[in-house]
């Protein structure tokens, strides 16, 4: 374990925002619900903070790591922006079309310039993130295969709301309540919470794994392909999940954005991307019903 991660673990669930908790922490503050189902051959894991009551109401697996897909461009915007006090008009762009619709030309651009890894280790130092580390040493350019928890994610919300400048906070929160149905990639991501759960929210979604050519106009039920390549491909690599193909929801729900959300799943290989997409929103909209009010 990483120093900053063993001293993190100490920390009081109720202090959140001070250091990391272990997972049987997290389980004993949620509400002790029937969880929803997950389908046979899925693996998942949420969590969901309740910001009026100041507690986890629903996790599950909260420390189990994933491949980040996306999400991670979260971590690249925070490193971006905390780094510098101005921000060119260019690079403002980018980090408008990363944050908003996904873009991984604009991500690629920013880990690049960061220092790729560099990036996650910084970052997971300054929030206490002791479930996220930079891509394998033999994949350095893979941003999207970080690996990250559904705590983490849940952590890294926390300090955008309740710790980082309001440049920072309102610029990446500012994108992410108006991410666009279609991904820059051609995706369709509203799938999970904008699916799922009425609006207000702000969301940064994560896939991986489904091929790169998609159909015109975000046209899901296009995107039922099998996708047996994928496990071809499934050696040992040591990345999360590397040969099943992976859907992220995350963000903010409510109004005062009241919870804080992260739904991981990792899929059967051979899914096809709407089989995936109904999984991931059916198991999101169970969660939230299941919270208390």
Not at 84 to 93: S, Y
Not at 162 to 179: C, E, K, M, S, W
């Amino acid at each position: 374990m990483k120093p900053w991660a063993a001293v993190a673990a100490a920390v009081p669930l109720a202090a959140l925002c001070a250091g990391a908790v272990p997972a049987a922490a997290a389980e004993s503050q949620a509400r002790r619900a029937d969880p929803p189902r997950v389908p046979a051959g899925t693996t998942a894991s949420w969590l969901v903070y309740d910001r009026t009551a100041g507690r986890f109401v629903a996790t599950r697996n909260a420390h189990r790591k994933f491949r980040s897909a996306s999400v991670v461009k979260i971590l690249i915007a925070i490193d971006y922006l905390e780094r510098r006090t101005k921000v060119p008009a260019a690079d403002a762009r980018l980090l408008k079309i990363m944050l908003r619709s996904s873009d991984d030309d604009a991500a690629s651009t920013f880990w690049d310039r960061g220092g790729k890894g560099a990036i996650v280790t910084r970052m997971a130092r300054k929030l206490g993130l002791a479930d996220t580390t930079p891509p394998p040493a033999s994949k350095p350019g893979f941003w999207g295969y970080v690996s990250l928890s559904a705590y983490d994610i849940v952590r890294t919300y926390r300090y955008l709301l309740d710790r980082a400048d309001p440049r920072v906070r309102d610029t990446i929160l500012g994108h992410l309540r108006q991410a666009t149905p279609c991904g820059s990639d051609g995706f369709d991501q509203t799938f999970g919470i904008p699916d799922a759960l009425p609006r207000p929210w702000a969301v940064k979604q994560g896939w991986s794994g489904f091929g790169t050519t998609p159909p015109v106009r975000c046209d899901v039920s296009a995107k039922s392909a099998p996708l047996s390549w994928i496990a071809r491909h499934a050696t040992g690599s040591g990345i999360p999940d590397y040969g099943r193909p992976v859907l992220h929801s995350t963000g903010l729900v409510g109004r005062g954005d009241r919870h804080i959300v992260a739904v991981l799943t990792a899929h059967p290989a051979g899914s096809t991307w709407s089989g995936s997409v109904k999984r991931i929103t059916t198991l999101t909209r169970a969660l939230y019903r299941s919270l208390p009010r």
